[in-house]
């Protein structure tokens, strides 16, 4: 018998659908995982025909973390070694937008994989949270810069030093995620917004996440000045020519990624 992949792919139009699987531990992320979401993302990011990457849990879990087995008896030096944030680097480094489809549970490693995407599209039954500090530890992929950028200090705060899980409403209230849809809508509709994202320009998608991310990174002024050429940059494209031409026409723009 052969085992389960730990990820499912399916491409659906220009949407390429990533469902994380493994189910009996939560979609907990050990390193062969992480490895291999990582060139599957880089893979729908150089194709052409791809526009936006939906990323899925299980109805139960999205993740609950990073494999705590694989950590539990660790040392420093092996853990270094082991360079396992080079794989979410990749991640980070994605330029089309990616679209998290979150129901269950989202904790520890789970959370900052979701704050990695771009669009957060959560159920109301999400547990939320960044539990390290109950098994000794301390996020270490994003839960105490990328947090506290996206919830502020007092909020990011009480999330890693508590370890206690946010409901959706929480979370969305902290600007966590990005719309809380019911329990048996939490896929259908993230598969919604992602096509509905895949029909926009693919350049001015690119350009538009560069400059959005460019906020938590740069300056206000280096920003704006990054987000003025970007903004120059689509007038040398032959979407922009067709969105503007096909609203004066009163048409809806087809737009070719060029
Ligand atoms: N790693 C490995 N196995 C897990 C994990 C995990 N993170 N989470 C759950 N599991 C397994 C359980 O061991 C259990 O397995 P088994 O059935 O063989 O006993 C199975 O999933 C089901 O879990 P539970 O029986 O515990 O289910 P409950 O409904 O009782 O509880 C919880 C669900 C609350 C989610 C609970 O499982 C839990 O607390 N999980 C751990 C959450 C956690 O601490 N996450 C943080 C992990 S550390 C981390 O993410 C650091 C990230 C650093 C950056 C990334 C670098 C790699």
Redesign the pocket.
């Known amino acids: 018998m052969t085992d389960e992949p730990h990820l499912l792919t399916e491409v659906d139009g220009h949407v390429a659908v990533i469902r994380l699987n493994r189910p ?3 979609n ?2 050990n390193l062969s995982l ?1 490895q291999d979401l990582a060139g599957l993302m880089e893979q729908y990011d150089a194709d052409a025909h791809i526009r936006v990457i939906l990323l899925a849990g299980g109805e139960r ?1 999205w993740a ?6 694989d950590m539990a008896t660790a040392t420093r030096a092996e853990m270094e070694q082991r360079d ?2 080079t794989q ?1 680097e990749r991640i980070k480094a994605i330029k089309k937008p990616i679209v998290a489809a979150v129901s269950g ?1 989202a ?4 959370c ?1 994989l979701m704050m990695h995407c771009d669009i957060v599209i959560c159920s109301e039954n999400a547990k939320i949270g960044q ?2 500090i ?2 000794g ?1 301390m ?3 994003g839960g105490t810069q990328r947090l506290t950028r996206a919830v502020g200090k007092a909020v990011a705060m009480d999330i890693v030093l508590s370890g206690r899980f946010l409901s959706a409403k929480e979370a969305l209230s902290y600007g966590l995620v990005s719309r809380v849809v019911p329990r048996e809508h939490w896929l259908d509709e993230a598969r919604r917004v992602a096509k509905d994202v895949a029909k926009k320009a693919p350049i001015s998608l690119r350009h538009a996440k560069e400059s959005v991310l460019n906020a938590e990174e740069k300056t206000l002024s280096d920003g704006l000045v990054r987000e003025r050429q970007l903004f120059y940059d689509l007038f040398d494209t032959e979407d922009q020519k067709e969105g503007m031409a096909a609203f004066i026409e009163k048409r809806r723009p087809t737009f070719s990624g060029k």
Request: charged share 15%; proline share 7%.
């Open positions: 009996k531990v939560l907990a992320l992480m879990a609950a973390g990073a494999d705590i087995g396992q944030f979410w549970f904790l520890g490693g789970g900052e539990p390290e109950n098994i530890v996020p270490g992929a």
